[in-house]
């Protein structure tokens, strides 16, 4: 299923065009750092994210999220909003040991738009914040984890 | 003179009820019982389990059907089901019309055997009768192995027939019901007790499903585990929950509860491989 | 014959944009859970980052944390795109493992 063998080639063509298209394009996130996925708090999730800008609390970003999670494993959301060039969209979950979900660049060709899947642990705000226009901009709903009764 | 005779009368109504029930009227009342509790849902609603009762986990659960994780169990039962065995032969050879769109016909009672048959126990009769090696319930691949079955499956109405002629097949269907209607455990409950009694309500945080329906959406990919299970794990589990002897997966009293259950929901249509928490 | 991706893509065309979604198979362990058998804590293995590309252009690059569920799924909406079109999902884990599918848009 997880291929490292040499005669996969044109996978690894495949894979290496993309990887370098990645390097040259403006939608690119520079490499992934397991700082940002540190187990650390909320308020120092964000602050290391975001520094002292201020995310401005919005309307426009809507979240699809169920009120209570009938298993906190797989918590589905989309997430849309009707702000303009939007690049980014990040998703935390306040009260998870790592708060920090996922973080997504949007190419203008793409709609404000993303569904994902992810894991929470206990009752609490999900928060998402995108960027535009070099502002950023915050959402926070939340979302209910109850333990099972009879779930096994 | 009368009230004498409607009196003799509704006293012979429940005489008839009492010693004459057959599966066919338990079915009625077990079926008129809910319908009074969840008027708003058609029989067919009931194949959707907890999620016809619960708005709430259903929103979340038509979000993962959008494209469910069993999706990959899936695909690898199919793969499994037409790999050859050993000696050349295949699961195909073993079931009626190829293995495919059957599944709604399992469990049956099974004259030659004088017993009940599981799809499950179909498929490892199959492997065995091909000298491969069975394989374990409950998990891995035959849950794989199911799902396809299930999903060549999808839409069909359970056919679930006591045989008029034999009365093993009878007996057979009432030790299903007496489980069923058994306490067990130190929480001393019995399935009744949850699922007729307290369909509906809530067990701490959860919504207590009907057991009508209970046999039309397995295998299922479960959500805490995010693997696949079939429906007589899920009795395991239930008995460990209650904290009662459990009874494996696949042995004689599960068969028989598995009939009873499949009787009941006769006509319901399948809709496995399914996503559950 | 090829061997089985761990990517699923599926594309919907509607009229004003094209749904893309993506189910991929992979355990996205936290590292936190024990081996039911052996007890030994289950080593990390997810995902760290996904792209998705349209006719060689990327259009979002994806950086997870082991946060995001087992078999994870992604939607995103094209504003624009053809029959024909080539869409392409990437990924990496931490244990460098990797994979890619190539999805043709009916």
Excluded at chain 1, 41 to 70: H, M, N
Aim: charge should be positive; hydrophobic fraction near 40%.
């Amino acid at each position: 299923m997880f291929t490292k063998r040499r005669h996969f080639l044109r996978q690894i063509i495949t894979l290496s065009s993309y990887t370098t298209g990645l390097i040259f394009s403006k939608v690119s996130l520079g490499n992934w750092l397991a700082s940002d996925f540190s187990k650390q708090a909320i308020d120092a999730t964000l602050k290391q994210q975001f520094g002292d800008q201020i995310l401005l609390t919005t309307p426009k970003i809507k979240l699809k999220l169920p009120r209570v999670a009938e298993n906190g494993s797989v918590v589905p959301i989309t997430i849309t909003s009707s702000i303009d060039n939007i690049d980014t969209v990040y998703i935390f979950a306040e009260k998870n040991p790592v708060p920090f979900i996922a973080k997504f660049s949007i190419a203008p060709e793409l709609e404000t738009f993303i569904g994902a899947r992810f894991k929470m642990k206990e009752t609490c705000d999900v928060i998402v914040v995108v960027h535009a226009d070099g502002q950023y901009y915050q959402t926070r709903q939340r979302v209910k984890v109850t333990l099972g009764g009879c779930g096994g | 003179m009368k009230a004498h005779l409607k009196l003799t009368f509704l006293c012979l109504q429940l005489l008839i009820g009492t010693i004459w029930a057959t599966p066919a009227t338990d079915r009625q009342k077990i079926r008129a019982y809910y319908q009074q509790l969840f008027p708003q849902l058609t029989l067919a609603d009931y194949a959707d389990g907890v999620y016809a009762i619960d708005p709430i986990a259903k929103s979340s659960w038509l979000a993962i059907e959008e494209f469910p994780p069993y999706e990959i169990a899936l695909e690898q039962g199919k793969t499994l089901f037409k790999q050859a065995f050993t000696n050349g032969k295949h699961y195909a050879d073993c079931f009626p019309n190829q293995g495919i769109a059957i599944a709604q016909n399992y469990p049956y009672w099974d004259t030659a055997t004088q017993s009940i048959i599981t799809l499950a126990s179909a498929i490892n009769n199959c492997r065995r009768q091909n000298q491969m090696p069975p394989l374990s319930y409950g998990a891995g691949e035959i849950t794989q192995i199911m799902a396809y079955m299930a999903y060549t499956s999808r839409g069909k109405r359970i056919q679930t027939d006591i045989p008029a002629q034999s009365s093993a097949a009878l007996a057979a269907y009432e030790q299903g019901k007496a489980y069923f209607y058994k306490r067990r455990g130190q929480l001393n409950f019995s399935c009744a007790s949850c699922h007729i009694d307290n369909a509906g309500k809530y067990i701490r945080s959860e919504m207590l499903s009907p057991a009508l329906g209970h046999t039309t959406h397995w295998p299922a990919y479960r959500l805490n585990t995010g693997e696949m299970s079939t429906l007589h794990r899920r009795f395991e589990v239930c008995n460990e929950l209650i904290r009662a002897k459990v009874d494996p997966a696949q042995s004689k009293a599960l068969r028989q509860l598995e009939y009873f259950l499949s009787y009941m929901a006769n006509g319901l249509p399948l809709n496995g491989p399914a996503t559950r928490k | 014959m090829a061997k089985r991706s761990s990517i699923k893509i599926r594309s919907k065309r509607f009229a004003d944009h094209t749904l893309v979604r993506t189910l991929i198979a992979h355990p996205m362990e936290t590292g936190l859970n024990k081996d039911k058998d052996t007890g030994e804590l289950i080593p990390e293995h997810y995902i760290q980052s996904l792209t998705f590309s349209h006719n060689g252009k990327l259009m979002s690059e994806c950086h997870l944390g082991f946060g995001i569920s087992k078999n994870p799924f992604f939607s995103f909406k094209l504003k624009s795109a053809q029959a024909g079109d080539t869409v392409v999902i990437s990924w990496q884990d931490n244990l460098g493992y990797s994979d890619t599918l190539e999805h043709h848009i009916q």
